[in-house]
RNA sequence: GGGUAGGUUGAGCAGGUGGUGAGCUCCGCUGACUGUAGAUCAGCCGUCUUCGACUGUGGGGGUUCGAUUCCCUCCCUGCCCA
């Protein structure tokens, strides 16, 4: 559907266009990388530093990721982006053979805090590990990323705080058009995809001017930042209601930086989207928080001890195929590495299974109307109202 | 049997030389987490009617206006000696 733009190895196919009559924006895709093919909307995992924590890649591949997220910034500190492309780039040194993107570490100006100081030029980091100081530029986001590999690298953005003050969006936004431009001048090999990033924050008329700037620039794909953050569902809504139907006719996959919880998923693809990555559903994992249907449940409650249940019957993940809630609560109280691992499993093999339902549903022409009304129900409710695990 | 050091809220402690002991760390309970400075963080963790009040320093007794503190006695624990 979409020739080359940057990468000659790239290409986004639209199977399923959305429905003329207007009743949802989701579609059904695949996004072909060097790596391989990336069936659309997906969730891709993340491995901040070159490992989606606790997991091995085969557990990662057998939890259903066909694609995960890496860090240029982390993996510029540590282990340095050049020892990577020495060992051969960042998929044999990690053994991870599928496609991988990498973000540009734009993300760590707003969430490194005090420890970086934003210019025109660039952005000067104190790192987090032993305070030395490093600056990055678009150039040189751009070039660790190709050093180290991945299918996809993204550009070097300034994301800022849904909730800030206009002027601060407005500054942000502008700075991040400029920036884009600069990470695709600076962009040459040509099988390493490029996407460029959306900002603008909440204010409709920026976020509209950054689609159509963005959009403009020969990049793979579009990715929609500054979300995910402090903004309300509404509001979230909102943004992408503006963003989306300007690339409505624009034959580049859609990636909304940052979505993890099912709920959001799943109003978000209504609504577009065709990418996601996120750290929730491992972070909320690692600390006890196992998502079912219609639901979650904290395996730190007592009320757990003794549950002889699986956390989830139909689940095939390495927890539920052989553990009970009670062993899991048990090695959460003992704070066993095993629990980390096998709770890490389970949320992304729920996530992805949940993104291959969505599809499917899309598929079939049958989405929303046979997905779960998540919003209505237990995704974001306390794990003690759900007592219905079939649901 | 003698000596000695102790006994503080589930555990381990801090403190306290006659006048305010509810402080810490575990454990425990609950919540949060969205392009990972996060296997983390926050709140609670004696009782109650919880912006406060009450109770609580092994038991009993004594001295004192007032005792965790001083005295007597008993109980319990560790260690040393017999």
């Not at 053979?97 to 993300?107: A, K, M, Q, V």
């Not at 490194?112 to 030395?132: A, K, M, Q």
């Not at 793979?220 to 930042?225: A, L, M």
Request: charged letters at 25%; glycine letters at 8%.
């Amino acid at each position: 559907m979409s020739g080359p733009f940057v990468s000659v190895s790239t290409r986004f196919e639209v199977d399923v266009a959305p429905p003329s009559d207007g009743s949802t924006r989701a579609r059904a895709g695949r996004l072909v990388l060097p790596h391989g093919e990336v069936e659309t909307p997906q969730f891709m995992p993340v491995g901040t530093n070159a490992t989606v924590k606790s997991l091995s890649p085969a557990e990662v591949r057998d939890a259903g990721a066909s694609i995960i997220l890496a860090n240029t910034y982390h993996l510029y500190l540590r282990p340095g982006h050049e020892r990577i492309q020495r060992f051969g780039g960042l998929h044999r040194f990690m053994d991870w053979d599928r496609p991988i993107l990498t973000d540009s570490g734009g993300f760590q100006v707003v969430s490194l805090g005090d420890l970086r100081v934003v210019d025109e030029d660039g952005v000067t980091f104190r790192s987090h590990i032993d305070g030395s100081v490093h600056r990055f530029t678009p150039e040189h986001a751009i070039a660790v990323q190709e050093a180290l590999g991945s299918d996809v690298a993204v550009a070097f953005d300034q994301p800022v705080f849904p909730s800030s003050p206009r002027e601060v969006v407005a500054d942000a936004t502008e700075r991040t058009h400029r920036w884009a431009e600069r990470s695709v001048d600076a962009h040459t090999r040509p099988d390493q995809a490029l996407f460029g990033i959306i900002q603008g924050g909440l204010e409709p008329d920026l976020r509209a001017a950054s689609t159509t700037f963005i959009a403009n620039l020969p990049v793979d794909g579009i990715c929609i930042g500054g979300l995910a953050g402090d903004e309300s569902p509404a509001q979230r809504d909102a943004t992408l209601d503006v963003v989306v139907p300007l690339l409505a006719d624009d034959p580049r996959p859609r990636y909304l930086m940052g979505l993890g919880s099912p709920t959001d998923l799943l109003a978000a693809v209504h609504r577009g989207v065709d990418l996601f990555d996120s750290v929730l559903p491992a972070r909320v994992a690692r600390n006890g928080q196992l998502w079912i249907p219609g639901g979650r449940l904290n395996l730190r409650n007592s009320r757990f001890l003794d549950d002889p249940e699986p956390v989830q019957d139909d689940c095939p993940c390495l927890l539920c195929r052989r553990f009970s809630r009670a062993y899991l609560a048990h090695l959460f109280r003992a704070k066993e590495l095993l629990a980390y691992r096998l709770a890490t499993c389970h949320n992304l093999t729920f996530t992805l299974d949940f993104m291959a339902r969505i599809r499917a549903s899309i598929r079939a022409g049958s989405f929303p109307a046979d997905m779960p009304d998540l919003r209505s129900r237990a995704g974001r409710s306390s794990a003690g109202e759900v007592t219905d695990k079939s649901a």
